[in-house]
């Protein structure tokens, strides 16, 4: 069984920073793309950030220059340092990830974590 756990979320002013942390936990192979994604209110889940098990990363353009996703493959989790936030990036943050798991053979499962609450607000 595999799982994420997050952690890291709260309120935060306009201009200040907060950094979210999600942990995998479980038997598996290994772990390839791992991100976050958010839903604020009343609008749909969108991409914000991933990484790679090679460290190449994507962001949104919504957050670029002000978000940078990181992650420590030992301990298998994934971290996304928020800079400079806005009232618009008030959302739930899920984690999401890829884990090859050994069945009968490697298969690639995916993964949401339950979600952590942002809210940016002065």
């Known amino acids: 069984q595999v799982q994420l756990v997050e952690s890291g979320g709260g309120l935060v002013h306009p201009g200040g920073s907060l950094t979210l942390s999600c942990a995998a936990s479980g038997t598996f192979f290994s772990i390839d793309t791992m991100g976050w994604y958010r839903r604020a209110p009343g609008k749909e889940r969108e991409l914000v950030a991933t990484?790679?098990?090679?460290?190449?990363?994507n962001y949104a353009d919504s957050v670029k220059g002000r978000f940078t996703i990181s992650r420590d493959n030992a301990k298998h989790t994934v971290y996304l340092q928020m800079n400079s936030l806005k009232p618009e990036d008030t959302a739930v943050y899920y984690c999401n990830a890829d884990f090859l798991v050994r069945q009968a053979i490697l298969v690639r499962l995916n993964y949401w974590g339950q979600g952590t609450q942002v809210t940016v607000s002065s």
């Open positions: 990484i790679t098990a090679d460290g190449s990363t």
